[in-house]
């Protein structure tokens, strides 16, 4: 857990420390090695984002027994972690968070079992928090639109003509929906009021895209000491991220002599798509458009009631919209 981060909001900051006891004790799979790489992953410095969401939305209400607000909590990180398993065999990614990947040491076929068998612990935790069905049938249409937004990716990896509304509809498939899902799962297990539950989902896909845009930008203009991962991943792996999308239009003959080489590109032709980037400034205007759904989602936080409340959801979407990791 990022103390560091989380220190600066003592309402929720208790919870996550627990949690994170918790989601070492559900987490038990009989495979040691296994079993250890996925401990590793949880303890290796995840920021526990949309738990810290979940948490927040609860406060909004006065229902829920602790015990199920943590099952409820930790489903949520558990089935992000799930994804991030998956998405490790997806893009062939060699370390997650300064780990070595279960696929890179295991083999992709028992990673993808390793995922799996995270998401039978995410439906677990499901049915600890809640009994309610309308609840439960919501978080089986999030992983739907989860998986229907990997899948979708696939569709979009090496296309030189994806489209923004493509890049978004992706988005709000996978990143978002998630953040989507753990506002409004924390909002109605907390029995919080109609005025705040018919804005959370909203508030969810919105920082959701923002912060996807982020994470993107990232890949082409930060540090890779402080991402822990390396620039340039994503063009790598054939995803075309928004900084790319922006930027084709401005120079396509130039961009389609090197990404049509897609997964031959030498260290020299990614470098030359960054600076190729960097020169019609396709980081600029995708920092542009983040900046419009990072004050979209400050706008709906400002709807919510007023109190301390808001203000942390506020600070903590301020920071997160615009970090530098």
């Known amino acids: 857990m990022?103390?560091?981060?989380?220190?600066?909001?003592?309402?929720?900051?208790p919870q996550l420390d627990a949690l994170q006891e918790y989601l070492f004790q559900e987490v038990q799979l009989d495979n040691q090695p296994i079993h250890s790489k996925i401990l590793a992953l949880l303890k290796s410095g995840g920021k526990l984002l949309r738990p810290g969401y979940f948490y927040l939305f609860t406060k909004f209400g006065d229902q829920?027994?602790?015990?199920?607000?943590?099952?409820?909590?930790?489903?949520?990180?558990?089935?992000?972690?799930?994804?991030?398993?998956?998405?490790?065999?997806?893009?062939?990614?060699?370390?997650?968070?300064?780990?070595?990947?279960?696929?890179?040491k295991y083999g992709q076929r028992n990673a993808i079992y390793a995922g799996d068998f995270m998401f039978?612990?995410?439906?677990?935790?499901?049915?600890?928090?809640?009994?309610?069905?309308?609840?439960?049938?919501?978080?089986?249409?999030?992983?739907?639109?989860?998986?229907?937004?990997?899948l979708h990716q696939m569709d979009l990896n090496y296309r030189e003509d994806t489209t923004v509304a493509a890049y978004l509809n992706e988005v709000a498939g996978k990143t978002a929906e998630l953040?989507?899902?753990s506002c409004d799962t924390g909002a109605r297990l907390a029995?919080?009021?109609?005025?705040?539950?018919?804005?959370?989902?909203?508030?969810?896909?919105?920082?959701?895209c923002a912060y996807q845009m982020l994470d993107d930008i990232l890949d082409y203009a930060g540090d890779p000491a402080k991402t822990q991962k390396p620039v340039l991943e994503d063009l790598r792996s054939g995803v075309y991220s928004l900084p790319l999308i922006l930027a084709i239009p401005h120079a396509k003959r130039d961009f389609h002599h090197l990404l049509r080489k897609k997964q031959d590109m030498t260290v020299a032709d990614i470098q030359a798509v960054q600076t190729l980037v960097a020169q019609v400034d396709g980081v600029g205007a995708a920092r542009q458009l983040a900046t419009v759904h990072t004050e979209k989602a400050l706008s709906l936080i400002h709807q919510l009631p007023a109190g301390p409340v808001q203000d942390d959801l506020a600070k903590l979407t301020t920071m997160l919209l615009r970090r530098d990791h």
């Open 2 to 13: 990022d103390r560091q981060l989380w220190r600066q909001f003592p309402q929720v900051e």
């Open 64 to 104: 829920g027994t602790p015990a199920e607000l943590q099952a409820g909590a930790a489903a949520l990180e558990i089935l992000h972690v799930g994804t991030l398993i998956h998405d490790d065999v997806i893009d062939d990614s060699p370390t997650r968070r300064g780990v070595r990947t279960i696929q890179m």
């Open 120 to 150: 039978t612990v995410y439906f677990n935790q499901v049915l600890k928090a809640t009994r309610d069905r309308a609840l439960v049938q919501e978080h089986i249409d999030a992983m739907h639109r989860i998986l229907q937004g990997e």
């Open 179 to 181: 953040f989507a899902l």
């Open 191 to 208: 029995g919080a009021p109609a005025s705040v539950t018919a804005l959370t989902r909203k508030i969810g896909i919105a920082i959701g």
